[in-house]
Each structure stands twice: as structure tokens, then as C-alpha cells.
């Protein structure tokens, strides 16, 4: 890590005078997400033996010595940034204290934004609610069946928001449906249940990506530059008052959440020192979520979620039984070389394998999406698979280019993550033509 | 407790005739409050297990049996209560959606008030980040030098929306200072420094006086159940309506709080089969003071608090270590008759009395505030106490009317608050004209 601290630095001062020469609201964002980021890295050790004595810790299955670490470390990382929210609260609205009635420079009103107060207040409340009950799931180990709901519970004040401040609930169609629908369609309570969908996505998506040292941070930390790269695509040359305010609602999220996932990320990065645990994932996930909704851009923030969009889908039959499914479907850990390998299922071990089970694996192998460890030499059976890597894109990664390191592994997927949000930039600024 | 429920669904359906006839929104309020104290006495039960699996339980030291019992259950409580908050926030600008521009009713403008919702938002966030601190608190132990400053972080998004919406920061005076001061005293920052004290005196002082059953949940029911009631004389005839909206803002957030409150004293109350936690304690607190805030009755608000007014004052001594404090300052339970006894401090045990504590204790005695059980013989010493009991409300009550049974001493301790309510409201209706 010795080259990543500096390299960090530099790239924030640069990133912050771009940002500062934006809009000046922006200098106290960066100022405080750097703040933020610095209070977390120093804060996270100090408490590191109360979480071991709160018996808030878990052990490292991936590492030889099989290390005991504080887990549930998200939890302060998320306050430091709620209080850091809370503390830049004001800042947005400074132009309207003072006596003044109203920014000068603007054609705005002198009537105070509460609306603007009130979309920042919910989407502060939606984060917290996510924190609260990830951190409650953390030490009562709730069950799937009821966390599911969660982020559409803990969502519930943003969308409520969203209805009040009579929230667009159209959509832009493309080109090629235009001559069938119309130019938009009116979604109306559909697009509720979509944003539902899409916070319960975002926030699961991440939990279910995890398992190795640094990947949750990781990959939170590669979306939310990506969203900052995009929404910094939007402050200049922005003609569009309503365009500038939505992307700068969004760095003023993004920013701070950068600044604490960074140092999260130092303390969990390989040989990792500390577990980010459940709270970190959902407080994640609800912040992009929250972002995407708010700066009205979620069809670009699933295009940075493709890794997890694939990761989901991937995942499917095991999550919803149609093929076994071991209670850990983590990489397996290979004491003597002390590199991860991909963790097997072996199918029809407890009991046959359905025939829509047999289709899918079937489906998954012709496109090489599984590795077959395992091949029934039956001739009636047709060769099929016996044992198989588990339906994770870990495990796949391993299956064909491991063994590799924990850390080389951690690199891979976020290379990956990068390389998606290249893609989704490409899609976003030049595919787009074609169908919008 | 068998004449208790129905006793209590009998009243709740008076309170809800009542002030269904004043306000329609107060309808939805009371039905949700209702379905949230079913479901909070509902849930508490099933979740016994699940928390003491997960290590958030203690023993219950005034028992003979000395069971272990379920802790933190305030954080289920307070979830309940949270999701029936957002569930109705959308209800009191009901009149708004739909298409027409506003109520018809009332003297309002079309535009959506953005500023109500951002106070309900603002409170809800300040509820919620108590809560959060709180259970933080009930799992991680933290350090009372730390915690004595969660109130104000929670507060925070509360103070800076009183800010943003230009809330007032005058005090009137009392007849008796206009000539000096003036009618008003523009307070400015200063009151931002009251409110925050406010908060910090109000969420710790129900934490402060704790220790026997249902004493938490009871002492902040009484509380709820004057501030209803004080609400409600506003509700009828009343031609401001500011004021009206103000103390209908207090009613949603009251009649749910007395709701879950009802339901975990059911549970709580002697012999406990759940301890409320830190957690409840600090969101009892923190709801009290916030409703005071925004409601624009602080100081009626502490009228009601005047039993833990006293009880903070009392314990000072021991609080700041001006006389001995041991860990523990709860009552002393005989095995032998199953009674309460007060526990005592031994003065000059581990280290000589200071001058203050020694005056302090001299002071006490002569106003019969502490009884001694063992004094000096030395004659020079001039017969100073050597031993009495600890400095809290519920020592004194046992020390003058003790040996009791913990159920009495909570009945005890609940009449107290009952007739300190009642003189409450004789100052603020009727000794008040002579001040105001």
C-alpha cells in the first residue's frame, strides 16, 4: 500500500481543484469528504478491540493463521458519514441565510428551496434507516426471507419524498419503440415499484458480491468514482439549471462517500484488518440507489452495477435452489500454496437435480460459463455435469484463471468492475445515439 | 396486569373519538398508533430469542431467581415506530395530492408545504440517529465521556433545520423582567445552545433514572400521555393556526410513541420478561424533546420533565464524583424478604470526602433530602454522616418509604411523575398569569 497513499493524495487535490473551479459549494464537499476520509482511517483501529469485545468479529477462512477480525466496521464508517452529511447540510442553501433573500447570481426565487432540504433530508433518512437495520441484521443475524424487504422498507421515506415533490414517473422510450408508444410512457405507481426494485438490487447486489478481502469496499469505491466522473461531466458548460443541480445533489453524496470507503478500504484491503460486515454493504448499496433516484440518472447507474447485474443473474439458480446450494459458496483456500481455488458444488449430492436445474447447467456449460470438474462417464446421461465451480463470479474467475492470491483475486474483479464502467461510459455517450 | 388491557383499549377509544372530531388526519394517526402498539406487543415476544442468541441480554439482579433476561428490545420498538412515522408521513398533505392545488379549508396557498414535510423529515432523521447511537451504545459499551454528546450529533439535522426555516430564537419574558429587559430577548445562537441542552438533559435523564422494571417505559408513557393531553386542550377553538398546526405536528408524534410505549411496559412491567435498553431510553428521550422543540413548548416540556429535573440534580454530587459514586447506584434487593431496600455509599471509603462534598451532604441532610444510616460519634466531627443512601429518586423513596416491593416502587415512582404532570399543568394554566 505504500504507493496508494500518496498516489490517493494527489489524485484528490487535483480532483478537488477541477470540482472547486465548478462550483464553490463543491470546495466544502471535498474539504469535508478528505476530512471525512481521514477521521475513518484514523478512527477504524482505535475501535477495533471494542468490536472484539463486543463479539462483533469474525474469523479470516482465507488466510492461513485463521485470523480473528473486528467485522461490522461499516457501522462506524457510515456514522462518520451521516454526521459528515449532516454537518454539510447548510452549506448547499448558504446563499438564502444572512438576510439575503435569494442567491443573486440565479433566476431563483427568494423563496427558501425546502424542497431542495427536503430531498436531501430523505436521502440522508433512506441511508440511515439501511444502516440502522444492516447493523441490526449484523448482530441479530436476521433471516433471508425478512432482509430481502429491508432496503424497500428503509427506502420508504424516499419514495414517499419522491411522491410529494411530484416526481417525473416517465419514461423516454428509444427510437425504434417511439412509432408504437409514443415518445414517453407514463409509468405512474410502475415507476415506484421499480425504484423500489432498484434500491432492494443495488443494495443486495453488493452483499452478494463479497467474500474476499476488499471487494465490497472495492467495488463500491469503482461505482462511486464512476458516478463522479459522470456527474462531473455535467458542471461545466450545464445550460440546463435543473441537469446541474441534480449532478451536483449527486457529487455531494458521492464525494464523502468516496472519502470514508477509501479508508475503509486501506484498513480491508489484503491481509485484511478489519471486515466491512452487512452494515457497509446495504449503507452502499441505499447511498447509490439514493443517488441514481434523486439525480434522476438510475438507467447509467445500472450500467455501472453490470458486474453485479451479471454476478446476480449468475447466481439465480443457486439462490433460488433449482441447482445445490452449500451454505458458503466463498473461494476455497489451498493451505499449501496458499492461494485461493474455485469452491465446487457437487450436483445430485443430496438429492437429484431437477430437470430445469440439468437445463440451466446444460445452458451455462455450452456457453462456458461454468467449469466442469466433474463428467458423468455414463453414455446415457450424455456427459453431463457432476461437479461444477459455484455460481459466483469469484468462483468463475478461479475456475479459469486461478489459483491466484486473495489480493490478485480482489485486483481481477475490480479490474473487471473498471472495465465495466468503461463500457458503460462507451454505451452511455456513444451507443446511446442509436436507440435514444 | 389483567385490568390493564382492557382499561386500556377502553381509553384509547375515548382518545380516539375525541380527537378524531377535531382533525381527520388524527383519525389515520390514532388507527396507526393503535396498529403500531399491536404489532410491537406482537413482535417483542417472538424476538425474545433471537437477542439473547445474539448475546443482547443481562440478568435481572432484583430477582431471586436472578433470570437472564432479553435487553435492547427499545430497538424494535423504536423500528415500529419509525416505519409507522413514514408510513404516515405522506397523510397530512393528503389535500395536497390528487390534482387539486390545495386544501379548500384553510387560508393556505396551492403550493406544497415542503417546509412541514422537511420538519417531519428533520425530526424523524433526529429520532433515528438516536436510535442508532443508542443500539450502538447497548452493543458497544461506549464510554460515557463519549456518549454524553450523542444527543447533540443526533440533534444536529434537527437544529440545522430550525435554522433553515428561520425558526424563532426569542424568549418572552417574565412581567417581572419586561421593565429591565424588555417584552422579548432575541437570543439568536444562544438558543440554538438551549435546544441542544435540551435534547442532551431529555434523553439522558430517562436513562438516568432506571434500574427497576418498567420505570423507562413507564415514566416516558406518563410524559407522552401529559403532552397528548396538553396538545389536545389546542385543538378545539383554537383561532391560530399556527398553534394548531404546531401541536397537531406534536400529536403524530406522540400518539404512535404512546402506542409502542403501551406495548413494551406490557412486557417490561414487573416482573420484566424484556429490558428496554439504552436504546429506548435514548429514543424516548430524543422523541419527547424533539416534539418540545418543533411544537414550540419547551418549556411546558420541562414542566413534565420535573421529577427527572430533580432526580439529575440530586445525583450530580455522585455524577461529578463531588461525593463517592459506586458502579451500581440501583436499589439493593433482600433475598430474604424479596423486598427493595435503598443502597447506601459509604462516605470516605476509598478516599477522604472533599470540603463540597462534605458541605453538600450537610446541606442535603438538613433538608431531609438524604437519610443517614450510620454517623460520626466523634464528637469534633460534629456528628457528619458517615453513610447514606445513594443520591437517586429511587433511594430516597425507598429510604423514607422502604422496605417495598419493586412493583410498588414503580408505582410509586410513576405517581410521582403522575401529580408532578398535574402540578405542571397548574403552572403553565394557572400560576403562569402571574409571570406572563
Known amino acids: 500500500m505504500g504507493i496508494i497513499l500518496p498516489l490517493l493524495t494527489v489524485l484528490t487535490l487535483i480532483t478537488a481543484g477541477i470540482l472547486a473551479s465548478a462550483h464553490e459549494t463543491l470546495v466544502v464537499s471535498v474539504s469535508l469528504s478528505i476530512l471525512a ?56 442553501f448558504m446563499a438564502w441565510f444572512g438576510g439575503k433573500t435569494g442567491p443573486q447570481d440565479t433566476n431563483m426565487s427568494g423563496i427558501f428551496p425546502h424542497h431542495k432540504l427536503g430531498e436531501i433530508l430523505s436521502a440522508i433518512l433512506a441511508i440511515q434507516s439501511m444502516v440502522l437495520l444492516g ?69 443486495h447486489s453488493i452483499n452478494i458480491l463479497a467474500g474476499i478481502n476488499g471487494i465490497e469496499a472495492g467495488q463500491s469505491l469503482v461505482i462511486a468514482v464512476s458516478i463522479i466522473i459522470n456527474d462531473s461531466l455535467y458542471l461545466f458548460n450545464n445550460q440546463d439549471p ?76 443457486q439462490l433460488f435452489k433449482v441447482i445445490e446450494c452449500p451454505r458458503h459458496r466463498m473461494p476455497r483456500f489451498n493451505p499449501e500454496t496458499g492461494l485461493l481455488e474455485c469452491s465446487t458444488v457437487i450436483l445430485d ?41 459455484n455460481l459466483t463470479i469469484i468462483n468463475l474467475i478461479l475456475a479459469y484463471c486461478g489459483p491466484m492470491s486473495e489480493r490478485d483475486t480482489a485486483v481481477s474483479l475490480l479490474c473487471i468492475q473498471f472495465f465495466a464502467s468503461v463500457m458503460a461510459f462507451f454505451i452511455r455517450y456513444k451507443l446511446v445515439e442509436y436507440v435514444y
Open 37 to 92: 476520509g481521514w477521521m475513518t482511517w484514523k478512527t477504524l483501529p482505535q475501535l477495533k478491540q471494542a468490536f472484539v469485545n463486543a463479539r462483533l468479529c469474525g474469523i479470516d477462512l482465507l488466510k492461513r493463521e485463521k485470523p480473528v477480525i473486528p467485522e461490522t466496521m461499516g457501522l462506524p464508517t457510515a456514522i462518520i458519514y451521516l454526521i459528515t452529511m449532516f454537518v454539510f447540510m447548510p452549506f448547499p
Open 135 to 203: 447493523f441490526a441484521d449484523d448482530v441479530l443475524d436476521v433471516r433471508w426471507r425478512y432482509k430481502v424487504w429491508f432496503p424497500a422498507l428503509a427506502g420508504a421515506p424516499l419514495l414517499i419524498f419522491y411522491y410529494t415533490n411530484c416526481g417525473v414517473t416517465d419514461v423516454v422510450l428509444p427510437l425504434q419503440l417511439r412509432p408504437y408508444f409514443g415518445t414517453n410512457i407514463h409509468l405512474g405507481p410502475l415507476y415506484y415499484v421499480y425504484m423500489a426494485m432498484l434500491i432492494i438490487f443495488c443494495t
Open 349 to 389: 449430492a443430496k438429492k437429484p437435480t431437477s430437470k430445469l436445474g440439468r437445463f440451466v447447467i446444460k445452458i451455462f456449460y455450452s456457453l462456458g460459463l461454468i467449469k466442469a470438474f466433474k463428467c458423468s462417464s455414463n453414455e446415457e446421461d450424455n456427459g453431463r455435469v457432476l461437479e461444477c465451480n
Open 242 to 317: 435543473a441537469s446541474l443541480e441534480a449532478h451536483l445533489f449527486s457529487l455531494y453524496f458521492m464525494l464523502p462517500f468516496a472519502g470514508v470507503t477509501i479508508a475503509l478500504l486501506l484498513h480491508n484491503w489484503f491481509p485484511a484488518k478489519v471486515f466491512v460486515g452487512d452494515t457497509y454493504c446495504y449503507f452502499a448499496g441505499m447511498t447509490l440507489a439514493v443517488v441514481g433516484i434523486l439525480g434522476h440518472f438510475s438507467k447509467t447507474l445500472l450500467l455501472f452495477f453490470i458486474p453485479q447485474i451479471f454476478n446476480f443473474i449468475y447466481s439465480c439458480p
